[in-house]
């Protein structure tokens, strides 16, 4: 069986303030497992230990206990890092140059060969769809192109694992769905990409697994599908009610009325806060029975966001209610 993308066991990471006794415990004995071929989400409040996590699996922190792997071979050594690929946050590349440059500059610092640069630039440029913008200076890129050349960045080396840091921040909505488009693409080549994102909604819509890490710890991970998986309420369209009808429904039922359905004067729409399907099913046959027509009966789920903000306030209110203390004199994450 072939060894996980990222094994991490026991981490733990510890910064001791120079100026004081105080210190920071980034990363308190955490576990994770990231598989082959995932878009693995990492999620959690600033000073979460997020990016701590990044610098140790890349080797530019060292834990203070614990240990991590990278498709099986240990982060302590150099050849862990041969099939990684990385795009940090607020990344910035030499705006002198074109593309076709930069990533002939980073081609060879990663070691990739001549005749490999060849052949892989003009591909990596067509995938981030930049080909014809390949002799551009990058001082004229929008911040989306700079994103999208930031992940040919990071493939130059044709990586097995690609770490992003906050990809699609400052993104315009037509640029995050290009990129969430070649993130998918990527995951289709078999690629595994570990992501940290604020935008929880980019999250949602583009990863297959996340965890949500608080104070250093894991307080909850899953895959998306099943941390969203419970019905908040249900929106329904249907023609316009008779005010009996309505009055009858409100007094049986816990609704909210929005009125008229857009333009759209003769259909009206209402929320259902009562999630029981029995509940919904009387509601239909009573609107059948007043000669009602029901356009669409849509369940809303509870967002990712709804759901890490639980999760978040859960762990950071103890038993007495009185919210926990901060206890550092640094703030080395975020």
């Known amino acids: 069986m072939a060894a996980p993308s990222i094994h991490v066991s026991g981490l733990t990471k510890v910064y001791k303030s120079t100026f004081s006794r105080k210190s920071i415990r980034a990363l308190d004995d955490l576990d994770l497992t990231v598989e082959s071929g995932e878009i ?50 607020n990344h910035r590349f030499p705006d002198f140059l074109t593309p076709d440059q930069m990533l002939e500059v980073y081609g060879r610092l990663s070691g990739v060969q001549a005749e490999d640069r060849r052949i892989r630039i003009p591909k990596l440029l067509e995938q981030v769809k930049l080909t014809e913008w390949h002799d551009t200076k990058i001082r004229k890129f929008s911040k989306g192109m700079m994103q999208r050349v930031g992940i040919a960045q990071a493939l130059i080396n044709d990586p097995d694992i690609i770490f992003l840091d906050e990809p699609t ?41 996340v965890t949500i890490m608080y104070k250093g710890r894991k307080i909850q991970e899953g895959r998306v599908e099943d941390l969203t998986r419970i019905v908040t309420h249900f929106d329904i369209q249907t023609t316009l009610i008779p005010t009996p009808l309505l009055l009858k429904l409100k007094d049986r039922f816990s609704i909210d009325t929005a009125g008229k359905d857009g333009a759209n004067a003769e259909l009206t729409r209402f929320r259902l806060n009562d999630t029981e399907r029995s509940a919904l099913n009387t509601l239909i046959d009573l609107l059948r029975q007043g000669g009602v027509e029901i356009g669409e009966v849509r369940p809303v789920r509870r967002s990712l966001e709804e759901r890490f903000v639980e999760e978040v306030k859960e762990v950071d209110v103890p038993a007495d209610g009185k919210a926990e203390a901060e206890t550092g004199a640094v703030q080395p994450d975020r």
């Open 40 to 89: 693995f989400g990492l999620l959690g409040p600033n000073g979460a230990g997020k990016t701590t996590l990044i610098k140790i699996l890349l080797s530019v922190v060292r834990p203070s206990s614990g240990m991590a792997k990278l498709n099986g071979v240990s982060i302590d050594r150099p050849a862990s890092r041969r099939c990684v690929g990385f795009l940090p946050e």
């Open 169 to 209: 921040d400052g993104v315009d909505p037509i640029g995050r769905r290009e990129i969430r488009d070649i993130l998918f693409a990527l995951r289709e080549q078999g690629k595994t990409i570990f992501l940290k994102s604020h935008l929880l909604s980019e999250v949602e819509q583009t990863c297959t697994r």
